[in-house]
């Protein structure tokens, strides 16, 4: 079974405060996938790492592969309110192949 | 690019009716869809993988008489919650993959079922 963990489940931090998130696994993936889902809302689509090692930045937000591409990473700086929300790690062994979930990540920054 | 439409956004319906959910990949062509069921708070539970022109393949414990799914088309799969029960209320995501390689999945809003 090709599971994924991802810690913490829960977290509410201030405004202002920086945060990280943890996706493991005993599994290499060919690809990882971070999502972020607002309620009512399907995930929508942050980013995709493929390469061991590989960082990519979006504005705020930094994801990174582990060497082994077992585990990923995702750490926001500075959370603002609007960084509310599910975060999904996910990943994939292959294209067109099912996806792998971490059990997502609740974070709330509050104001 | 990668839009993924759902159909309807909810819909309310009598214990023992079925009810169609339509996903719609709108600007590309998706060999593969993914039915996802939802729980408030919770992750993600794979319910199916929908391959154009063939069978679906269901997960385990999912019952395929009663989630029917069809995917006729490169754009188009529909799941078909049949004879409906209250405990099948719940928030249903499709997902559909372009052709980039690198499996990435596109989510469409999600359709929030809801059985009286």
């Known amino acids: 079974t090709q599971l994924l963990e991802q810690s913490p489940q829960f977290l509410s931090i201030q405004e202002g405060e920086n945060l990280t998130v943890y996706c493991n696994s005993s599994?290499?993936?060919?690809?990882l996938q971070w999502y972020r889902q607002e309620p009512g809302e399907g995930p929508v689509l942050l980013v995709t790492v493929v390469t061991g090692g590989e960082v990519k930045k979006l504005k705020r937000l930094t994801f990174q592969f582990g060497d082994a591409r077992k585990d990923s990473s995702l750490h926001i700086t500075a959370a603002q309110p609007g960084d509310t929300g599910l975060y999904l790690c996910a990943g994939a062994r292959g294209s067109g192949s099912r996806l792998t979930f971490g059990e997502g990540t609740q974070l709330t920054v509050n104001p | 690019g990668a839009v993924v439409s759902q159909h309807p956004s909810w819909v309310i319906c009598k214990s023992g009716t079925s009810v169609k959910i339509e996903c719609r990949s709108l600007?590309?062509?998706?060999?593969?869809m993914f039915w996802y069921r939802q729980f408030p708070k919770q992750s993600l539970m794979l319910m199916a993988t929908?391959?154009?022109?063939?069978?679906?393949?269901?997960e385990q414990g999912v019952e395929k008489d009663k989630f029917l799914i069809n995917h006729a088309s490169l754009t188009l799969s529909t799941l078909t919650v049949t004879s409906a029960h209250p405990e099948d209320s719940s928030f249903y995501i499709c997902s559909a993959t372009g052709t980039s390689g690198s499996g990435e999945q596109y989510f469409g809003p999600g359709t929030r079922l809801t059985v009286t």
């Open positions: 599994s290499v993936f060919s690809s």
């Open positions: 929908s391959n154009e022109g063939s069978k679906a393949t269901y």
């Open positions: 600007d590309f062509q998706a060999t593969t």
